[in-house]
Nanobody, 126 residues
Framework: QVQLVESGGGLVPPGGSLRLSCAAS????????MAWYRQAPGKQRELVAI???????NYADSVKGRFTISRDNANNSLYLQMNSLKPEDTAVYYC????????????????????WGQGTQVTVSS
């Protein structure tokens, strides 16, 4: 079992930055891919960014060049650096992890890893 706890959300003005963190506990050694998803009210869950154990990454087109996903395998942590934030980035952001060794291209808005955090709210507003 893996437990995921997100932190770092909050209220930020347009153009600002935030750094989300996800602390993992449990059998972390079994985790292959980790990702950040987000869901805004009334909208479908969206895959934001994903990173493999070997640190290969993929990003949603809407965040490319603004967000950076990273992970620290030694400290069982996942991060999302978000820069140049826009009001449309407002959502609950979820940490996701998978103990199945799947290629990154398998993941999308509908197909995610099997472990979830509780989510952290990010609000971009002036």
């Amino acid at each position: 079992q893996v437990q995921l706890v997100e932190s770092g959300g909050g209220l930020v003005p347009p153009g600002g930055s935030l750094r989300l963190s996800c602390a993992a506990s449990g059998t972390f050694y079994s985790i292959y891919n980790m990702a950040w998803y987000r869901q805004a009210p009334g909208k479908q869950r969206e895959l934001v960014a994903i990173i493999s154990r070997s640190k290969m990454t993929n990003y949603a087109d809407s965040v490319k060049g603004r967000f950076t996903i990273s992970r620290d395998n030694a400290n069982n942590s996942l991060y999302l650096q978000m820069n140049s934030l826009k009001p449309e980035d407002t959502a609950v952001y979820y940490c996701n992890a998978d103990n199945r060794g799947r290629p990154l291209t398998d993941y999308n808005n509908s197909h995610a890893g099997n472990y979830w955090g509780q989510g952290t709210q990010v609000t971009v507003s002036s």
